[in-house]
């Protein structure tokens, strides 16, 4: 007979008791305990990561290794990394400054202006083409389009338009996904008031869903300046003593601890890259997922 | 001034009529990258007209011999590669990935859950290149020892990598499809006194079935397009791997290794393009697919 605390877990199954009853509960322990694991799974494969790349870089990281520039035999093998920080915040500056205009514009159509047409239907399943094409195809239409075809040469300005088109249709998704996010109450009581849809989106929308819009930004931001295969051939260069020009090629992060690895330069160097690399990141990450958290709860 | 004055509100409606065209004018040009670059991927392929290597030798037949007098440019490795390492990866991830959905959606207590997401947030937010390096520094050292292989890298690495880097993708569409079952069809399974393994298998598994479809996709297209991890650790061979413990060179990786030295309009460039346009082509058909699979998950919430 089943007890009292299982009558109560498995309500209606009184009925059911006996063998077959003991069996089902039995199974449905074990896998209950097998989607636990799972999720212990998910959960310990990001801690052990970060965990290891801190414990292997630590040591690296100095003063030295974040404001000086690369030296030694072969080059890189010791000084630091400066050039390529500079590098991966110009580019992403850059293409942000590009994309952010283009992005914010068409978020705010798609969301506002084209709502319900099939024109915009339409639209956002390019955007989301756009979002899908892998890193490795935006470096090579880099190089072809950029690079070689407007002779723009491997160049720090290649570099940030290619970024812009990567973060063209993740800063534009989640600028119309905060703005559908808003209650359409507002939309109605201002419009019936006779305000202009600008004014709308400045004084009613804008204040609710910016905190949705900079995440995306952030998060747009953070995943095209941790990739390193769209500028490895349209704005990276080995070695730079730092000091920026458009159209100069650049060090960065990504680039720069792939060079150490695949040359087998370094590890230490590699792994103190990887840890800055990685703490940026999730530093950055972390304000969008806060700001997003928080922008959950809209004050008036 | 009578603020509603007709003056005004003329200025009101032209300024509102230029910020609409502005935004408009923004979202054609952002929208016409992705035609420009599909073009333009076409062009410098040359496939429409004049690509210099017969198709079914591209694709099939040849190896990839630049160097060889004549040269030959096959892509047959990279493809087998590429299959090889996203295949493995997507067995991997897929069963873990919807365990973890399935964990997050139905039975982890809230503050679980509340871990759970940020937890697969940061794994997706990793780089690829530091996935490489973590791959390197870990699994490739170890496999030298435990393997007796006089280089580590392989693409049995690769893909375990990789289904590492795919895991997030497919767990957080996963979790979502589960949660998006209507609460109808929960509490009328719960009622009848099913168990939690019953409803996933018979009831949540059904009505979920095209948002996994969707997830697996994804993971599937995330795996195809990934480059610097693979790059890292597939050990960039040019020959054709014949099992998992064989080094490769997954189509990512054969473009990332070969496009810097590669001279501008040549065959090899022409060559190139082409599996970068296959590649493109590829993607975007999965895309469609997600995007047909979502369709059918809103529909399903909303009926």
Not at chain 1, 36 to 57: D, E, N, Q, R
Not at chain 2, 56 to 68: G, I, S
Not at chain 2, 76 to 97: C, E, K
Not at chain 2, 246 to 263: M, N, S, V, W, Y
Request: glycine share 10%; aromatic share 12%; proline share 5%.
């Amino acid at each position: 007979m089943p007890t009292p605390e299982q009558t109560l877990k498995y309500p209606g199954a009184t009925m059911a008791a006996g063998d077959s009853f003991r069996r089902a509960v039995s199974r449905d322990r074990f896998f209950q305990g097998l989607l636990w694991a799972c999720g212990l799974c998910g959960f310990l494969l990001p801690v052990a990561i970060i965990a290891y790349l801190l414990s292997g870089g630590i040591h690296s990281l100095s003063r030295t290794f974040i404001f000086d520039y690369p030296r030694g035999t072969p080059l890189g093998a010791r000084g630091g990394i400066w050039p390529a920080i500079q590098g991966s915040f110009a580019l992403a500056a850059l293409g942000l400054g590009l994309s952010l205009p283009l992005a914010l514009g068409g978020g705010i159509y798609l969301a506002e202006y084209g709502r319900g047409r099939a024109f915009a239907t339409v639209v956002r399943f390019l955007v989301e083409c756009l979002a899908a094409v892998p890193m490795i195809i935006y470096g090579l239409f880099g190089y072809a389009f950029l690079v070689v075809f407007l002779k723009f040469g491997v160049s720090l300005l290649a570099g940030g338009i290619v970024l812009a088109f990567i973060m063209f249709p993740i800063i534009l998704i989640s600028v119309q996904e905060s703005l559908l996010a808003v209650d359409d109450a507002y939309r109605d009581m201002a419009l019936s008031l006779g305000v202009t849809r600008f004014y709308l989106f400045r004084k009613v929308l804008l204040p609710q869903a910016w905190r949705g819009m900079v995440a995306g930004v952030v998060l747009a931001v953070g995943h095209a300046v941790g990739s390193a295969a769209p500028i490895l051939f349209t704005a990276s260069i080995y070695f730079s003593k730092g000091g920026l020009d458009l159209r100069e090629p650049v060090m960065t992060l990504p680039t720069h601890l792939y060079n150490l690895v695949s040359e087998a330069i370094s590890f230490d160097q590699a792994f103190g890259t990887a840890l800055v690399l990685i703490l940026g990141l999730l530093l950055f990450n972390t304000s969008a997922l806060l700001l997003r958290r928080i922008g959950g709860v809209n004050s008036p | 001034m009578n603020p509603s004055s007709p003056r005004i509100g003329r200025i009101r409606y032209l300024s509102d009529a230029v910020v609409r065209g502005c935004c408009l004018l923004a979202l054609c040009l952002g929208i016409s990258f992705l035609l420009l670059m599909i073009g333009f991927m076409w062009r410098e392929s040359s496939l429409g007209i004049g690509f210099g290597i017969n198709l079914y030798h591209f694709l099939v037949k040849e190896p990839w011999a630049p160097l060889a007098t004549p040269p030959s440019y096959g892509i047959a490795h990279a493809v087998i590669s590429t299959l090889l390492v996203a295949g493995l990866s997507l067995v991997l991830a897929v069963p873990l990935g919807f365990g973890i959905g399935l964990f997050t959606a139905e039975i982890a207590p809230l503050p679980v859950q509340q871990i759970m997401q940020p937890a697969l947030e940061v794994l997706a937010g990793i780089p690829s290149v530091v996935y490489g390096f973590f791959g390197y520094v870990t699994l490739v050292k170890s496999f030298e020892g435990w393997f007796d292989m006089p280089t580590g890298e392989c693409l049995l690495i690769a893909g375990i990598i990789l289904a590492v880097m795919i895991l997030p993708f497919i767990a957080s569409t996963a979790a979502e499809t589960f949660r998006s079952i209507p609460g109808e069809l929960k509490d009328a399974a719960f009622s009848l006194g099913v168990t939690h393994l019953y409803a996933s298998r018979r009831i949540f598994w059904r009505a979920a079935l095209p948002g996994l479809f969707a997830a697996v996709a994804l993971g599937m297209a995330r795996a195809l397009g990934e480059t610097l991890a693979v790059l890292m650790l597939a050990g960039n061979s040019v020959a054709v791997p014949h099992s998992l413990f064989d080094r490769g060179q997954p189509l990512t990786a054969l473009l990332a290794t070969e496009l810097g030295e590669t001279a501008v309009y040549s065959v090899k460039y022409q060559a190139l393009f082409a599996s970068g346009f296959f590649l493109l082509v590829i993607v975007l058909g999965i895309n469609i697919l997600i995007w047909i699979m979502k369709q059918k998950v809103m529909q399903h919430a909303h009926a």
